[in-house]
């Protein structure tokens, strides 16, 4: 059974008594850990307004940890393009190219990451002429973060050219995030590799991808199909402990999709101390049979069976796993031994 790369999605969780200080410092903490143990990669989501998520702003979050790695790709899991200019999103990705040469991604998206308040705050344009132009505002960031530049005719008729940086020796790779056809068709015309974001929905996930392989156009960057898949993932040394630290993360997102009012994620402590919830229930568990909540082993056999099932040459996972009261308030331990365990169960398969 074929391995596959493992690489990192972070929105940077903000428990109880936590601060965003201290939220950031536990990812960081992560971060350096998956580069220790040869994880591919490390990008940060981006959300709005989110009492449980502190990942707002990827490139600054990316730029923070690629000055405490040493070899781990670093970027965006992904930037909401809708959310902002095409040139500003190329400026600070070459600005983070030339800070870490050869290890920053640009993954792109076109959902708000935010409720519909924010995201009018967010889009001077207003909330639906951006995501209506999103095709162009990617093949503009193309042109924009290559060497040459992008070249604009202006109304008098003269050419203007545009350059995210004075002198790019290379541009980071662009991937193309989302859930949907729309955007497995969309990556698939453009030539780009595509992410399906299968941390947030699992629906459609074999359609989107036959669709996008189906319809691959070659680029000249891209030569052929690239496609990697979000994963949630808690392992722990017990399945009893995995499905513990799941708790609070499952808590979340099903207020979440039951619209009730969001706050920072519970303690494992709180959520076990939690009342039942009957119609969170059932949303709790159409979410833990999409997520691998287990003991090494059986995650690594999960994990495997997944990949190979889905064809995909990369899994990102998600580490989800909530914290007890007693644990620091600058790290997040069960998040940590998920990676750590996950990496060590899948590297004596290899």
């Given amino acids: 059974m074929t391995i596959p790369a493992l690489s990192v999605l972070d929105l940077v969780p903000v428990r109880s008594g936590q601060s965003s200080g201290g939220a950031v410092a536990a990812s960081a903490r992560l971060a350096r850990l998956a580069d220790r143990l040869g994880f591919t990669r490390y990008w940060f989501a981006e959300h709005h307004n989110m009492p449980a998520v502190a990942s707002t702003t990827p490139p600054v979050l990316a730029a923070a940890i690629a000055a405490q790695t040493e070899r781990i790709r670093v970027g965006s899991g992904g930037v909401m393009l809708p ?8 400026e600070q990705f070459a600005a983070l190219e030339a800070i870490a040469p050869g290890r920053v991604d640009l993954g792109i998206g076109r959902a708000p990451g935010s409720d519909p308040v924010v995201t009018q705050l967010l889009r001077v344009s207003g909330p639906t002429a951006d995501v209506e132009h999103f095709p162009d505002h990617v093949s503009d960031i193309l042109a924009l973060l290559s060497p040459e530049g992008a070249t604009l005719r202006l109304t008098s008729g003269r050419e203007y050219e545009v350059h995210a940086t004075p002198a790019a020796s290379a541009a980071p790779p662009v991937w193309l995030l989302g859930s949907s056809d729309y955007s497995a068709r969309l990556a698939a015309e453009l030539g780009l590799p595509y992410v399906f974001a299968n941390h947030f929905s699992g629906e459609g996930l074999e359609q989107a991808l036959a669709l996008y392989r189906g319809g691959y156009r070659p680029s000249e960057a891209h030569p052929e199909p690239r496609t990697f898949l979000t994963l949630n993932a808690v392992v722990a040394p017990t399945a009893e402990e995995a499905r513990e630290r ?79 009261a007693s644990e620091p308030a600058d790290a997040t331990p069960g998040r940590e031994q998920t990676l750590e365990l996950l990496a060590g169960a899948l590297a004596a398969r290899r």
């Fill in 83 to 90: 959310n902002h200019a095409p040139l500003v999103v190329a």
């Fill in 246 to 324: 799941a708790l609070p993360q499952q808590r979340s997102m099903a207020r979440l999709r039951l619209g009730r009012p969001m706050h920072a994620l519970e303690t494992v402590d709180e959520a076990l101390a939690a009342p039942a919830d009957s119609d969170a229930e059932p949303i709790m568990r159409a979410m833990a049979s999409r997520w691998i909540v287990a003991d090494p082993a059986s995650a690594a056999d999960e994990l495997a069976r997944f990949a190979e099932r889905t064809g995909v040459d990369e899994v990102m996972v998600a580490p989800v796993a909530g914290s007890y």
